[in-house]
């Protein structure tokens, strides 16, 4: 006899003639069906997740796929033209998007800045044997930091005794930025005699041109702009700006150099007129206002010929003469050559070119103990 297969059917159909029936087993477990709100959460998390990750990726490609360049240098070719004024468009378009990235960085520091009396000061500068006469012999500045002018340098009658104050308070700021400058500027030059660059140097590379407005990673331009202020033109503006610090842009806003702003943080003028929009850009410290500002005229269009003029010096190995580079900032204030005029004055009355020279010696725990 062949054995014959029965299928599971035959086999059904028997047991119902019977009365018997055959209950498949459900499964019990549970089946991966999300709610509407959980699929919601997820698909929020994913669309969130998407557009922080995405710029970073594209920003860590283009990175790496300026790595992967090396800096084309025609800079002294370039320079040269710019000298000779055959091609000012090597310092002419500005990219603003990260200038004042590093400025802005100063709000995130811990606020635990205290405005001192103009006593206290004045008993600090005594205590660490800093005043101006010892500067103008020695050319060495103490580094004492201070982030706020004090309130009542406005009350002190005597002008000599008011002006020497606030040149102790922004001197070593200004030579502290021209410090960070000079350090750039030394590392540029450095990376411009090489014949190949490391991933570290076009890194620093991109980060510099982004701080300083280049675009199309041009080395001439950057070179241009990376550059120091003299420290007596500074002083003089900030003298100028501020009434030797007795300003309210100054006292409220740590603003030194009257910068103007359309958008962000700042201080309205007093006096301005329907409609204007503009305020008087605010800081955080006294040396927010000071790195904004060098950054102000190291970039943008109005002070072009300025920093030409400045490489001039530079390529025929002069010394930065402040009252010859404050001919080009008429257009830093609407009174044009008369602020030029103002701020030269200011300069031979005050013999500010005495701290052109001048060194920032090292900060020490005993001195930041003493502040």
């Known amino acids: 006899m062949k054995n014959s ?10 047991l119902k003639k019977k009365g018997l029936d055959i209950i498949k087993k459900k499964n019990n477990s ?32 283009e990175e790496r796929a300026n790595f992967s360049k090396d800096f084309k240098n025609n800079s002294k070719t370039n320079f040269q033209k710019v000298l000779k004024g055959e091609d000012y468009k090597l310092d002419n378009k500005l990219i603003e998007e990260h200038l004042y990235e590093d400025v802005l960085e100063f709000e995130d520091l811990p606020n635990n800045t205290v405005r001192l009396s103009a006593a206290t000061i004045e008993q600090l500068f005594k205590d660490t044997k800093y005043n101006l006469n010892d500067v103008r012999k020695e050319k060495l500045v103490k580094p004492v930091a201070l ?31 021209n410090n960070y400058i000079k350090a750039d500027r030394k590392k540029l030059f450095g990376i411009l005699n090489k014949n190949n660059n ?3 140097e076009k890194k620093w590379l991109n980060k510099k041109f982004k701080q300083y407005g280049v675009a199309n990673r041009d080395l001439s331009t950057l070179k241009i ?15 100028k700006e501020t ?22 943080e700042g201080i309205k003028p007093a006096g301005a007129e329907d409609g204007t929009t503009h305020k008087v850009m605010k800081f955080v410290v006294l040396q927010a206002s000071v790195k904004a500002y060098q950054r102000n005229l190291n970039t943008h269009s109005t002070y072009k010929k300025f920093r030409k003029a400045r490489a ?30 103002i701020l030269q004055q200011i300069i031979k009355q005050n013999q500010l070119t005495d701290f052109d020279n001048a060194k920032l010696l090292p900060s020490s725990l005993e001195l930041e103990s003493l502040i």
């Open 243 to 264: 009434g030797w610090g007795t300003s309210r842009f100054a006292q409220e806003g740590n603003a030194l150099f009257g910068q103007w702003t359309w958008s962000g």
């Open 312 to 341: 001039e010096m530079r390529d025929k190995k002069k010394e930065l003469d402040s009252l010859i580079l404050t001919e080009y900032l008429d257009k830093y204030a609407e009174t044009g050559k008369d602020y030029v005029r």
């Open 198 to 200: 490391t991933n570290l």
């Open 225 to 239: 702009r990376m550059d120091e202020v003299p420290v007596s033109m500074a002083i003089a503006q900030a003298a």
């Open 30 to 61: 549970k089946k991966n069906d999300w709610s509407p709100l959980s699929r919601t959460i997820v698909s929020s998390l994913f669309i969130i997740t998407f557009f922080y990750v995405a710029p970073v990726i594209v920003e860590y490609k």
């Open 5 to 14: 297969k029965i299928s599971l059917i035959e086999i059904k159909r028997y």
């Open 147 to 177: 982030s706020l002018l004090p309130a009542e340098i406005k009350k002190i009658e005597n002008t000599k005794k008011r002006k020497d104050l606030f040149i102790q308070i922004i001197l070593p700021l200004i030579i502290k930025e």
